[in-house]
């Protein structure tokens, strides 16, 4: 998606560098022959958004605020020695415009012509104003037998670009490409697996809901209830400071010893709210599309949260599993310490790169 530069020769090594509201990542991956391998990966995280509520690398707002952003980038790529220069980079979710267009089945030429039409009445935006992409992500009958294709069209304002190329010049990066950070990060944890699936990535603002059926994104939403969500909740309901209760939350997860049930009790309404809504998705694409969800996968820091994969498996009724950013990717052998972090958390950042070596 948004490929600024098709027709130049790809280098062997890409950075992927995923920008998310409270850490960046960023992974060096690098191909030889067929196979890649992860060669590099940093993260930069920032808890003054606890204290400061404007104090996060990117608001919900669509502000990124570049000179910070520059500045955190600089560093990350310092610290991490990384040694590619070229770097395809995650747009949130929040900061798209993502819509599954169905149109009766034409020829390439109308259906051209014909999503014109449509990005004009999806997209609050003029045309001269947006880039937009869209893919053919499959086929349906519809109720009265008449053949759909499904169009994924995702568009981003030219402003919105234009300030992510700016902040990625001033780190001496070529930003080779702009991807949706769903289409990144189920391109590294599915990649053409067929199973339909609905993938909850829960970051630190805000957690990313996305259906997944034959290996194309079908359905995205986001929910503003996230990982920063548990921990403000253990934080009040214990009345400590938001960094104690975030230790807390990773020392323990959902899984509290005698004396500590009532963590669980604190974040579990919290956590309800996010599987309720990614039970409410799956239940609507059942029912719009025939098709059985049959799986729920789990990505995003909040993944980590000790205990969460047998409780989303007993409050929705679905097989549950931890996503693998690392699927397709080789690591070094001393990295599997942080392989869990690794797979879950730098899956958007891992997809990003792949791309990049497509
Ligand atoms: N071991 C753990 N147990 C529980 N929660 C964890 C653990 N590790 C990280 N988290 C939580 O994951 C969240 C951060 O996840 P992630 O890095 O995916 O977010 P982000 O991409 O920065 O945010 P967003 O996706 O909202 O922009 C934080 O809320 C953090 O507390
Ligand atoms: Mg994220």
């Not at 400061?52 to 605020?65: D, E, G, T, Y």
Request: charged share 25%.
């Amino acid at each position: 998606m948004f490929d600024f530069f098709k027709k130049l020769v790809k280098p062997n090594k890409f950075l992927g560098c995923d920008i998310g509201t409270t850490s960046i990542k960023m992974v060096e991956l690098e191909r030889s022959g067929s196979a890649t391998k992860l060669h590099n990966y940093a993260l930069l995280e920032t808890l003054g958004h606890f204290e400061r509520s404007n104090n996060v690398i990117q608001a919900n707002a669509l502000k990124l605020s570049e000179r910070e952003t520059v500045s955190l980038l600089k560093t990350l790529l310092r610290k991490g020695k990384f040694s590619a220069d070229s770097v395809v980079v995650s747009i949130p979710s929040f900061a798209s415009f993502t819509t599954l267009i169905e149109l009766p089945d034409m020829n390439p030429e109308e259906t051209k012509k014909t999503m014109l039409y449509q990005i004009q009445e999806h997209v609050p935006l003029p045309l001269s104003e947006i880039t937009v992409d869209w893919t053919v992500v499959g086929q349906r009958e519809d109720e009265s037998g008449f053949t759909k294709q499904q169009i994924l069209m995702v568009a981003i304002p030219n402003e919105t670009v234009e300030r992510y190329r700016g902040i990625f010049k001033a780190c001496g990066l070529r930003l080779r490409a702009l991807e949706v950070e769903m289409l990144a990060s189920t391109r590294a944890v599915i990649g053409t697996d067929q199973t339909p699936t609905v993938v909850l990535d829960i970051g630190a603002r805000s957690t990313n809901i996305t259906v997944v059926d034959q290996g194309f994104v079908k359905h995205n939403t986001q929910i503003d209830y996230a990982g920063d969500s548990l921990t403000v909740a253990i934080a009040k309901g214990l009345g400590i400071n938001s960094k104690r209760a975030e230790e807390l939350k990773k020392q323990r997860g959902l899984l509290g010893g005698r004396g500590e049930y009532e963590l669980s009790t604190l974040e579990i309404p919290f956590l309800d709210v996010i599987l309720q809504e990614a039970d409410s998705v799956r239940r609507e694409y059942e029912q719009n599309f025939q098709n059985k969800i049959q799986r729920l996968m789990l990505l995003g820091g909040g993944a980590n949260l000790l205990g969460i994969e047998k409780y989303a498996e007993e409050k929705l009724q679905t097989p549950v599993v931890l996503g693998n950013g690392l699927l397709y990717v080789g690591a070094p052998a001393e990295l599997s310490v942080v392989a869990k972090e690794l797979e879950t958390r730098f899956a958007t950042a891992i997809g990003l790169a792949i791309k990049g070596l497509l």
